[in-house]
């Protein structure tokens, strides 16, 4: 990954040289990106290699495997495996912590990571993503259990997404600020394009499956039907409505122009914690949504008193501009 700064601007190592990150963080955040590189163009030619299609297995979570879900899992363990820095890696598609057999002895990261979410996507050619957390332990024991996993995640060095989009785009955080970078694939490289990103506080724009309201708690029918309610409702505005299916693209518009986005936990058998995960869907993106001034709850309750129980636990999720998130946090009892 070249530091040097790139013809058409700034580099992802650049940047996190001028950030002045840790070099075991930029080991990680760098193979994070090689990746990327390779799961986009993996995607590209998915549909000319039959690659679209499901992978006749289930995963962790019960749920039918894409092969881009096993490939984009494969690519990532490898590339972040090469780092002698990471010690282990939790994958949505793979059950227990995956140890790193390259790891250093003072290799002090733990990379949590969903390779490809939104996989149901692929076959609309729809954007995906990938979505990744990286943490600190303080525990030299190997292997690197559950328990140590679990604790780190109170150590939080970084967080992003990467989009598989028209353009595929990575927004990054070290916990400040939120950088957004642009794929410039003849140079192999991640280019800045938007700095120190800020979700506005108010918004007139929601990200929630309605197909699911008659499962919804109490206060989020409440809120959103004060939403779709307008002009004539209690918030006096209209409001408008998108739901991508894909975390990362209806995350992603939080960045691009406000709005929130709630998958909430659904009163239906196994729907108390809703569907997103908690170690690499939901920690992630606060860290995101809160560098960038938003806010994230589980429920009622602040994402972040959440403590982590089981590496793929679910729980219901929603987050973006904190106006927004207090007023639905406002209306649990
Ligand atoms: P639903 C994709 O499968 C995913 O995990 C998230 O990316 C997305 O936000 C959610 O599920 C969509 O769920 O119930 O609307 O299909």
Wanted: charged fraction near 15%.
């Amino acid at each position: 990954m070249s530091v040097q700064a790139d013809k058409n601007g700034i580099t992802l190592g650049n940047w996190l040289d001028q950030a002045k990150t840790d070099p075991a963080l930029v080991s990680a955040l760098e193979a994070l990106a090689d990746a990327a590189f390779k799961i986009a163009k993996t995607i590209r030619t998915a549909p000319l290699l039959g690659q679209t299609g499901a992978a006749n297995a289930v995963n962790v979570q019960g749920e039918d495997q894409k092969l881009l879900d096993v490939i984009s899992n494969d690519i990532s363990v490898a590339a972040l495996s090469a780092s002698p820095h990471v010690a282990a890696i939790v994958s949505e598609e793979i059950e227990d912590v995956i140890q790193n057999p390259n790891a250093g002895a003072g290799a002090g990261l733990v990379v949590c990571l969903d390779p490809l979410d939104g996989s149901s996507n692929i076959e609309t050619n729809s954007a995906i993503g990938t979505i990744f957390s990286v943490l600190a332990t303080s525990s030299a024991a190997r292997p690197v259990t559950e328990a140590a996993v679990l604790a780190a995640t109170n150590a939080q060095r970084a967080a992003g997404y990467v989009l598989y989009g028209p353009a595929t785009l990575l927004v990054l955080t070290l916990g400040k600020t939120v950088a957004m970078f642009a794929e410039d694939a003849a140079n192999g490289e991640f280019v800045l394009v938007r700095d120190n990103i800020t979700i506005a506080r108010k918004a007139s724009e929601f990200a929630i499956n309605m197909a699911h309201r008659r499962h919804w708690e109490p206060a989020v029918t409440a809120y959103i039907d004060a939403l779709v309610a307008g002009e004539t409702g209690p918030r006096g505005k209209p409001f408008n409505m998108r739901w991508a299916g894909s975390m990362v693209a209806d995350v992603h518009r939080l960045f691009v122009r406000g709005g929130i986005f709630i998958y909430p936990a659904l009163q239906t058998p196994g729907g108390a914690n809703g569907k997103l995960r908690l170690l690499y869907e939901a920690i992630p993106m606060a860290m995101l949504v809160e560098a960038a001034g938003g806010k994230a709850i589980a429920g009622k309750a602040p994402l972040n008193t959440i403590t982590p129980k089981s590496l793929h636990q679910r729980v219901p999720l929603a987050l973006g501009s904190a106006e927004e998130v207090e007023r639905l946090m406002g209306g649990y009892v």
